[in-house]
């Protein structure tokens, strides 16, 4: 494969492009899954092919193949270089890359339980395990979804800018679905996921059957015990569960560098950040926000980015200032920036745009108990079951799912389905104090259009908002 991606490249550059890249992506994987107890057959995961993108006069052409032989690759680089040429005749303004220090890297995530080398019946006995323990609650969960997956994606990437990179990246996780109806009422703990880049032993040592009992008991609790939620302006503490999806919609989405000019406009939304807008504050100083590809382990892992430019952690908002936007090279250009090695791809073919990785509120000085000693009236926001947000990412509600009444500084019973209905500025603005524990939760994040599903991780540590509105359902 190293053979083919170089000749891509050189073969582009013989044609006449500026610029050309050669993307080669192999993923092997299995999925298992198990519904209410019995096992429904495992799945093969196998794909590979290459993809070559170009820029010639300022128009860029993306092509891919899966066929993997010099005639097919010569044939998908042709391809390339006549829809450039095409976009370079309807451009207003030329594409342009920013100029990056390259490296001739490889790199694996190394695995100390190889899923490769354990079979599809132990890997079953993990989704057994859950089965049974939530089973063991004695809770009535009539619909139960549970499903394992494990893939090793090996990616190579060559560019005329002189980037070779090699990566071996395996990817591990668990997801489950499990309802609750106890005394006429129905509660939902929707496809929760515990996920790692890394070997099966992470996922062992994670115990998600301990997570999957926690969801029943606390759904089981939430029907028998659960009361309405205070409405009117409360304080909020919100869980690194919660802090991760509101740091993942309003600030990493908005602060796309191609959102923010537009590219993804007609696709997957606008945001009400521009560029003028670095420097400018957004948030309370204590409100600090870092997307981090580097960080071990983690769902979103990567080194370097599909650009093959050197990942490092992004501060998107330091001490409640927008200061850093994700880019890739086009728009770190039109930035007058280096790029912050923000562009992924899902596959071979799919050609790179701006992504997040691992997005979270970054730690404080905090317990938990601090945040709410002094609370006299507010609300535990665990998890949530729903939310949304406008396409512009600054209007957004989000629906708890576990929560609790706070009261005179301590946790009282559940409450049910409080609603938060905030701006993106007022929401980062009530902040006040921040916990000094992170914790992440994997997601699947979706953008561009064919859509593109990319692993990430959310989250952060706890944080107390001041004087919030809450609704009730």
Request: glycine residues 8%.
């Amino acid at each position: 494969m190293h053979e083919l991606v170089e000749f891509a490249v050189e073969n582009a550059l013989e044609l006449g492009a500026d610029y050309a890249e050669a993307r080669f992506e192999e993923k092997n994987g299995t999925s298992l899954t198990m519904k209410n107890g019995s096992p429904e057959g495992l799945e093969i995961l196998a794909d590979k092919g290459i993809g070559v993108r170009v820029l010639v006069n300022g128009g860029m052409g993306f092509a891919s193949t899966n066929v993997l032989t010099k005639e097919s690759v010569a044939e998908t680089v042709k391809k390339a270089i006549k829809l450039a040429k095409a976009a370079s005749r309807v451009r207003n303004e030329p594409i342009r890359f920013s100029e990056e220090n390259f490296h001739r890297v490889s790199y694996k995530v190394k695995m100390r339980k190889d899923f490769r080398d354990v079979s599809p019946e132990e890997k079953l006995e993990l989704l057994k395990k859950i089965e049974e323990e939530v089973k063991a609650t004695g809770v009535n969960v009539p619909m139960r979804f549970i499903r394992y997956y494990d893939q090793m994606w090996h990616k190579i990437i060559f560019n005329s800018d002189g980037a070779f990179i090699e990566s071996f990246i395996p990817r591990v996780s668990t997801t489950y679905n499990l309802v609750v109806f106890e005394n006429g009422q129905m509660e939902q703990a929707p496809f929760v996921q515990r996920a790692f880049s890394g070997g099966l032993e992470l996922i062992e040592k994670d115990e998600p059957w301990k997570w999957a009992v926690k969801d029943v008991q606390a759904l089981k609790k939430l029907i028998y015990e659960g009361k309405r939620p205070p409405e009117g302006k409360v304080d909020l503490v919100i869980s690194p569960e919660v802090a991760g999806i509101a740091v993942h919609e309003s600030v990493g989405h908005p602060y796309e560098s191609d959102r923010i000019f537009g590219r993804e406009a007609a696709q997957a939304g606008e945001s009400f950040v521009k560029p003028d807008m670095l420097g400018e504050r957004i948030g309370s100083e204590v409100v600090t926000v870092i997307d981090d590809p580097t960080i071990p382990n983690s769902w979103g892992f990567y080194l370097y980015d599909d650009e093959g430019v050197k990942a490092r952690p992004r501060y998107l908002i330091r001490n409640g200032i927008i200061t850093e936007f994700l880019t890739n090279r086009e728009y770190a250009h039109k930035l007058g920036q280096h790029s912050n090695a923000a562009a992924r791809a899902i596959n071979y073919n799919r050609e790179p745009i701006v992504r997040m990785a691992n997005t979270y509120l970054a730690p404080g000085d905090y317990s938990f108990e601090e945040l709410i000693e002094d609370i006299k009236l507010g609300v535990y926001m665990v998890s949530f079951n729903e939310w949304n947000i406008d396409d512009r990412r600054y209007q957004q509600r989000y629906i708890g799912r576990e929560a609790y009444l706070i009261e005179n500084g301590e946790i009282k019973h559940p409450v049910r389905r409080p609603i938060l209905e905030i701006t993106t500025r007022a929401l980062w603005s009530s902040v006040d104090a921040v916990g000094k524990e992170v914790e992440f939760y994997p997601g699947t994040c979706g953008k561009g259009e064919p859509g593109q599903g990319v692993p990430v991780w959310m989250g952060g540590a706890h944080a107390r908002l001041r004087d919030i509105p809450l609704r009730r359902p």
